[in-house]
């Protein structure tokens, strides 16, 4: 696969525009640099105060996303749309977008923040883990006191109870954005689960490195190209074009009493074959199961429903061997969060 762009699009998508050269010109003057396969710099002569970075595509069936990133560009390469900040778009996983599945090798988003040198395992998501560090980290590291942002847009294999939620990387202690959690409602998207620990994330790799407000979105089902309904992510793309071209634009005031919040109670991590979820495999996220309940086993060990309204999100048996196959999360107050 070469550097272009637009190859690994016209692999698989019949993709109508191409870049073969490194460095294009959009319409608006705004450099745009191939820097690898699926990872694209724009930066305008003068660049506001912005350093954004929008990924998609870290597990290759997740369309939706590709999709609207694909379009976003369309408007950019077309002139509809004025680039006025620093952008770096990454499509994150090609090689399994092109196959069609979420991974070829492993779990993409569990490398990051060095995980993909742990052991002696190199597999394609390991070396692409490693490289889009390195990109991240010349992106972010062009200016010190740009705002920097990243937006690693996902959707899940599962339905799920609320169909839009933003995974808030752990802060460490530090107050959580009053004005990203309000672009977030203006995206349509109002519920927030905090993280509760370090991950592997790619978005936790950019927040904790970088200091940038950075979130995994959970957008909706995953679909195939072309099933889906863009029209169901018109509120998020008309803020990712504002933060791209209207420089100082900011989202309406944060309403708290319509934002949802979850805090992590329990973690449930697979450790031996034996290991079993105790309820459907289909179950949605956000699904509530009642005090006391079973909820799965492992050898000896039993986790059980600890607290009222504990939901379960991204549950799946399948994972390997000391990862975590559910998480368990509880109603916070969106009142009492601390804020900045
Ligand atoms: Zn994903």
């Known amino acids: 696969m070469t550097h272009a762009l637009g190859d690994f699009l016209a692999l698989s998508r019949q993709h109508p525009w191409y870049l073969s050269p490194s460095v294009y010109s959009l319409p608006c003057g705004t450099a745009a640099q191939i820097w690898d396969t699926g990872v694209l710099c724009l930066e305008p002569d003068n660049p506001a105060g912005r350093d954004l970075i929008i990924s998609c595509g870290i597990h290759g069936n997740e369309t939706a996303p590709i999709e609207l990133c694909e379009a976003l560009l369309h408007r950019l390469i077309s002139g509809e749309l004025t680039c006025r900040q620093r952008v770096l778009f990454i499509f994150g996983n090609p090689a399994a977008m092109n196959a069609a599945v ?18 002696n395992e190199v597999n394609q998501e390991r070396k692409r883990a490693a490289l889009l560090e390195s990109y991240v980290t010349r992106f972010f590291s062009v200016r010190e006191h740009a705002e920097r942002l990243h937006y690693d847009l996902h959707t899940a294999i599962r339905p799920s109870q609320r169909e839009k939620f ?83 634009w900011q989202p ?9 919040v979850f805090a992590v109670s329990q973690e449930i991590v697979k450790n031996t074959d034996d290991f079993a979820l105790c309820f459907n495999n289909d179950v949605s996220n956000f699904t509530e199961f ?41 109603p916070v107050s969106s009142f009492t969060l601390p804020l900045r």
Request: glycine share 6%; charged share 15%.
């Open 102 to 119: 979420r991974e070829l090798d492993e779990n993409l988003n569990r490398l990051f923040s060095g995980a993909h040198a742990e052991g």
């Open 252 to 260: 309406p005031p944060l309403t708290p009493e319509h934002l949802d």
């Open 166 to 248: 933003a995974v808030y990387p752990y802060l460490h202690g530090a107050p959580y954005s009053r004005a990203q959690l309000a672009l977030l409602q203006a995206a349509g998207i109002n519920t927030v689960l905090l993280a509760h620990e370090p991950t592997t994330t790619f978005s936790y790799f950019s927040a904790h490195r970088f200091n940038a407000h950075a979130f995994t979105l959970e957008l909706g089902k995953v679909m195939p190209f072309g099933d889906n309904d863009l029209t169901r992510l018109t509120a998020l793309n008309q803020c990712l074009e504002a933060l791209i071209s209207e420089p100082g």
């Open 290 to 330: 009642e005090q006391g309940v079973l909820l799965a086993t492992d050898q000896q060990q039993q986790w059980h429903v600890q607290q009222e309204r504990e939901a379960v999100v991204f549950p799946n048996a399948g994972v390997a061997c000391g990862q975590r196959a559910a998480l368990m999360v509880v």
